[in-house]
């Protein structure tokens, strides 16, 4: 007997999909499944099934003043299963939220900040003595299945007078590794100069707020991608969206698009202020609007779930599979009108929006209540 029964599902692709979860794993997926004995039935009645959704860009430390939420606000309430918390703290505090989370419905898991501190002020790399090697290698070795990358927030509100010597440290500390993390970079105002952060990054490592419309960002005066923006994706970078309050703008994106930087993955850069007051809200928003700029279904549902799994190394998750872990979104596609806005007050409508219905982890079963 299994423990969940999902059954009348759809592939995000269309085709019929029914799938059984026991002891937190998936057993089996196909098109349909006989003779199933189960302990709870759920019954999709049509509704689209995916791996479950992950953010890899949020910020969900609740002792925080500045950037800070419930992970359970942004995560299965939402539809979204697992959030990773980019950066709020470093070797200081991180021990602290992995405690507090253990709790927490949603899948719960850290980029350590390069600065000891984490995010308590927004100049936390503004003192270079904040970035040291002991207690961020000590702090990695304590939460290994935890802790899965890096972040290093390269604006001049947090470096100050730092420019990029954040990055480089970040760099040497990622080399000294012996399990190689990916490195996020918060990008924003300069100084630093975009050329000079992307010159820095290498294969596998994370560009967030990727689409802004600020002056240091991906585009030319007149509209065009930087060549050395091409340079970096070509070399591996990954275009990450990380929407934010600030960072993302409907022309940038559709200009990038255009020019061939598909963003590898899609996340949100909540926290309880955008998640209350927008522009963010929630990750179905989020992929509306990547929807809204030309993306397919599958594609934008690969982007939240099997790409930020690979990316961080969460092999156990995103991707339908028997063995993968048993998170799942159900979610269906429903005729509505929206008004979605970006980062800069520009403002697009939509008339079909993604509405999740169920957050699925482990095989436990969160409804998601509609807005």
Not at 223 to 248: C, K, M, N, P
Request: proline share 4%; net charge negative; hydrophobic share 40%.
């Amino acid at each position: 007997m299994v423990d969940l029964y999902v059954k009348n599902g759809r592939a995000v692709t269309g085709e019929p999909l029914e799938l059984t979860i026991t002891a937190g794993k998936i057993t089996a997926v196909a098109n349909q499944l006989h003779c199933v004995e189960a302990k709870r039935e759920l019954d999709l009645a049509g509704q689209y099934v995916s791996a479950g959704w992950i953010d890899d860009h949020t910020h969900c430390y609740e002792k925080l003043s500045l950037y800070y939420d419930d992970p359970d606000e942004d995560g299965v309430k939402t539809g979204v299963t697992t959030v990773i918390d980019a950066g709020s703290t470093g070797a200081d505090n991180i021990g602290d939220f992995y405690d507090i989370t253990r709790d927490k419905k949603t899948n719960v898991y850290a980029l350590i900040n390069i600065s000891k501190t984490g995010i308590l002020a927004q100049d936390e790399l503004g003192d270079m003595r904040r970035v040291q090697w002991a207690p961020f290698k000590a702090a990695i070795d304590q939460y290994p299945d935890f802790i899965i990358g890096i972040k290093a927030r390269e604006s001049h509100s947090v470096v100050v007078d730092n420019d990029v010597k954040p990055l480089i440290e970040a760099k040497a500390y990622q080399a000294k590794l012996a399990k190689r993390l990916p490195i996020m970079v918060h990008i924003g105002a300069n100084p630093p100069e975009l050329q000079a952060i992307l010159a820095l990054m290498t294969n596998g490592d994370v560009l967030t707020h990727a689409y802004n419309g600020k002056p240091n960002g991906i585009l030319t005066p007149d509209g065009q991608v930087e060549d050395f923006v091409h340079d970096a994706y070509d070399r591996g970078v990954i275009f990450d969206v990380g929407h934010g309050t600030d960072s993302f703008n409907f022309e940038t994106a559709e200009k990038a698009f255009a020019a061939g930087l598909k963003p590898k993955s899609i996340s949100t850069d909540i926290y309880h202020r955008n998640r209350e007051n927008g522009p963010v809200y929630d990750m179905a928003t989020t992929v509306d609007k990547l929807r809204l700029l030309g993306y397919d279904l599958p594609t934008v549902i690969e982007m939240i779930t099997a790409a930020p799994a690979d990316t961080f190394g969460l092999t156990h998750k995103g991707r339908l599979e028997v063995g993968k872990d048993g998170d799942l979104t159900v979610f269906g596609v429903t005729a509505a009108t929206k008004t979605l806005t970006d980062s800069n007050g520009n403002q697009r409508t939509i008339n079909l929006v993604i509405q999740p219905a169920y957050a699925i982890v482990g095989g436990e079963v969160y409804e998601v209540e509609e807005n």
